[in-house]
């Protein structure tokens, strides 16, 4: 008998959990499948596993990811296994389930074989008692597998989080059509900034069909001398584009904001000193590469885990706060921990604090494209409470924003070695 439910869990939207059991033979199998959308952009997961602790974070595995350790030079390529909801110990116990199933058909036609995986199954087995450090890969194209941080709100050091944009393989593999067409004349231009575009999308909360409107535009400001003079509200945005998804079926409504601009020669770090609550109403335009800081609550929010947003500090620390504790798939029920659900729950109400004014902390938007802004209260004159930094990027830095691969100068008098 098979037993399929369609539910719902936070960071991995809608999946369906398949259950299997044979009353023969005894044999049973789980697996999920996601239920949800392809995400905008592939993930990568890089865990360094150093204690017993670690082999306990629980993971989401989509089909299409791709499981690596590479101590052991070990790939699990994607496709080959269904996704699954485990812990980092669990996968390793899959693998080894996997490499064990065959073995008595190895040994009986190829015993040479058989040793040898006998031998990589003992190597995986010894992972598991952690004497030496090892790296978890989980890299999935979808965007939709994930894995625990056990000290939420705070960084964890030993996960690393990359977002990355898909190949044309990729999208290939995913069932998704890249795209062919030209890019469109700078004639039309015009027509597109006074258009409304929409195309067919599903939504994020209950996959009904739902319609995405795309709107490129300027964000502009009155003049204070002159009312009928509109300037350029932000310097390094002169165009960004909104797109908006209204769900007609469950009533779910979201929008996010792109850079419509050049990256900028230098990144900007923004530090702002919250001490009223006026500072809420601060109008702000998060980019998708913008990370977050809070030093008093010591949090770090990475680039493009917020997406672009157009909106003001109360609402990035709304944000925030249902991101990490509202939506945390490990604040309640089965998988909860009393410890990090408290820890969890006192960060929200510190973000709480900060957002009524009961609070004073700071708050840093550091954008290594440049392309962040924060308003600031005593325009024309500099904001006491502000302090606005450019800095030179590092060669992470440009590796994140894919600068390092780009060539933009004499590309046309470079000669290809036949």
Same mark, same amino acid.
């Given at each position: 008998?098979?037993?399929?439910?369609?539910?719902?869990?936070?960071?991995?939207?809608?999946?369906?959990?398949?259950?299997?059991?044979?009353?023969?033979?005894?044999?049973?199998?789980?697996?999920?499948?996601?239920?949800?959308?392809?995400?905008?952009?592939?993930?990568?997961?890089?865990?360094?596993? $150093? *204690?017993?602790? &670690? !082999?306990?974070? #629980? =993971?989401?595995?989509?089909?299409?990811?791709?499981?690596?350790?590479?101590?052991?030079?070990?790939?699990?390529?994607?496709?080959?296994?269904?996704?699954?909801?485990?812990?980092?110990?669990?996968?390793?116990?899959?693998?080894?389930?996997?490499?064990?199933?065959?073995?008595?058909?190895?040994?009986?036609?190829?015993?040479?074989?058989?040793?040898?995986?006998?031998?990589?199954?003992?190597?995986?087995?010894?992972?598991?008692?952690?004497?030496?450090?090892?790296?978890?890969?989980?890299?999935?194209?979808?965007?939709?597998?994930?894995?625990?941080?056990?000290?939420?709100?705070?960084?964890?050091?030993?996960?690393?989080?990359?977002?990355?944009?898909?190949?044309?393989?990729?999208?290939?593999?995913?069932?998704?059509?890249?795209?062919?067409?030209?890019?469109?004349?700078? $004639? *039309?231009?015009? &027509? !597109?900034?006074? #258009? =409304?575009?929409?195309?067919?999308?599903?939504?994020?909360?209950?996959?009904?069909?739902?319609?995405?409107?795309?709107?490129?535009?300027?964000?502009?400001?009155?003049?204070?001398?002159?009312?009928?003079?509109?300037?350029?509200?932000?310097?390094?945005?002169?165009?960004?584009?909104?797109?908006?998804?209204?769900?007609?079926?469950?009533?779910?409504?979201?929008?996010?904001?792109?850079?419509?601009?050049?990256?900028?020669?230098?990144?900007?770090?923004?530090?702002?000193?919250?001490?009223?609550?006026?500072?809420?109403?601060?109008?702000?335009?998060?980019?998708?590469?913008?990370?977050?800081?809070?030093?008093?609550?010591?949090?770090?929010?990475?680039?493009?885990?917020?997406?672009?947003?157009?909106?003001?500090?109360?609402?990035?620390?709304?944000?925030?706060?249902?991101?990490?504790?509202?939506?945390?798939?490990?604040?309640?029920?089965?998988?909860?921990?009393?410890?990090?659900?408290?820890?969890?729950?006192?960060?929200?109400?510190?973000?709480?604090?900060?957002?009524?004014?009961?609070?004073?902390?700071?708050?840093?938007?550091?954008?290594?494209?440049?392309?962040?802004?924060?308003?600031?209260?005593?325009?024309?004159?500099?904001?006491?409470?502000?302090?606005?930094?450019?800095?030179?990027?590092?060669?992470?830095?440009?590796?994140?924003?894919?600068?390092?691969?780009?060539?933009?100068?004499?590309?046309?008098?470079?000669?290809?070695?036949?």
């Amino acid at each position: 008998m098979t037993r399929l439910l369609l539910t719902k869990i936070p960071f991995f939207k809608e999946i369906i959990v398949s259950s299997f059991a044979c009353e023969n033979c005894g044999w049973v199998n789980n697996e999920i499948q996601s239920a949800g959308k392809i995400q905008e952009e592939g993930v990568q997961y890089k865990l360094l596993v $150093s *204690s017993k602790e &670690d !082999l306990n974070r #629980e =993971v989401v595995k989509a089909d299409c990811a791709t499981t690596k350790i590479p101590e052991l030079d070990f790939e699990i390529p994607p496709l080959t296994q269904k996704g699954a909801l485990s812990t980092v110990e669990g996968l390793i116990d899959r693998a080894v389930a996997g490499l064990e199933q065959d073995q008595p058909t190895r040994k009986a036609t190829d015993p040479e074989v058989a040793l040898k995986i006998e031998e990589f199954i003992e190597k995986l087995m010894k992972l598991k008692d952690v004497k030496v450090p090892f790296t978890l890969i989980i890299d999935d194209p979808s965007g939709n597998s994930f894995v625990e941080n056990p000290y939420a709100p705070q960084k964890d050091e030993a996960l690393l989080i990359t977002q990355y944009k898909r190949d044309s393989a990729q999208d290939s593999m995913l069932g998704l059509q890249a795209c062919t067409e030209e890019e469109t004349p700078q $004639s *039309s231009m015009d &027509d !597109l900034r006074n #258009e =409304v575009l929409q195309f067919g999308t599903n939504c994020p909360e209950c996959n009904a069909p739902a319609e995405t409107n795309m709107k490129l535009v300027r964000i502009l400001r009155q003049s204070v001398l002159d009312p009928a003079e509109w300037l350029l509200e932000i310097p390094h945005f002169k165009e960004v584009i909104i797109m908006a998804t209204n769900c007609e079926a469950c009533g779910h409504r979201t929008n996010e904001v792109k850079s419509g601009g050049a990256t900028e020669p230098l990144g900007t770090k923004i530090t702002l000193r919250i001490t009223d609550p006026s500072d809420m109403s601060r109008d702000l335009l998060k980019s998708e590469t913008c990370a977050i800081f809070i030093p008093e609550l010591e949090f770090e929010l990475g680039m493009g885990i917020l997406g672009g947003k157009f909106t003001t500090l109360e609402g990035l620390l709304t944000d925030v706060k249902e991101l990490i504790v509202v939506k945390n798939p490990f604040i309640a029920g089965d998988s909860s921990a009393p410890e990090r659900s408290e820890k969890l729950r006192e960060f929200g109400q510190k973000l709480n604090e900060i957002i009524s004014g009961k609070r004073e902390a700071h708050i840093i938007l550091r954008d290594s494209a440049g392309n962040s802004y924060l308003q600031n209260l005593y325009a024309p004159d500099p904001d006491p409470e502000m302090k606005i930094e450019k800095y030179e990027r590092t060669f992470e830095d440009n590796e994140e924003l894919g600068l390092n691969d780009m060539n933009t100068e004499d590309y046309k008098e470079q000669k290809v070695d036949k």
